[in-house]
């Protein structure tokens, strides 16, 4: 049994991306797909499907390189874990590598990046980053 099943994922796109699959599934829930909503509309993941039915629905993501084979995908970095929850204020959200990257946090409001969280005046718990 997994006990922190976004690190998981965090994990499996991380190792597909070194490994240069093209593809990485893992299984689904609503929150790996928010985040993989959240990566999509930034530009690091190309697309992502919910494929099978109930109770073994898996999460596809499909990875998304340049021409020249490098990912769109530099890092990952879990923040708030199961065993330390890290809750931030509007103020408080950082910026990743100056702009470049994504701050990942769940609101009140649902998942969206820090700097949507910022604009819209949210706080809540900062997920993990994305380079």
């Not at 879990?78 to 103020?91: A, D, E, F, N, T």
Request: glycine share 12%; hydrophobic share 40%; net charge positive.
């Amino acid at each position: 049994m997994i006990s922190d099943p976004i690190a998981d994922m965090l994990t499996r796109i991380r190792n597909g991306v070194m490994a240069r699959h093209e593809v990485v599934i893992m299984p689904a829930s609503r929150m790996k797909q928010y985040l993989a909503k959240v990566m999509k509309q930034e530009g690091f993941i190309a697309g992502y499907e919910v494929i099978g039915a109930k109770p073994k629905r898996q999460l596809k993501i499909v990875l998304r390189y340049d021409e020249g084979g490098a990912s769109f995908v530099s890092g990952l970095e879990r923040i708030s874990k199961p065993g330390l929850r890290v809750y931030v204020q509007r103020g408080e959200i950082p910026r990743v590598y100056g702009g470049l990257g994504v701050a990942i946090v769940s609101t009140s409001k649902g998942v969206m990046t820090g700097s949507q969280a910022w604009r819209q005046g949210l706080g809540g718990e900062l997920l993990c980053k994305v380079w």
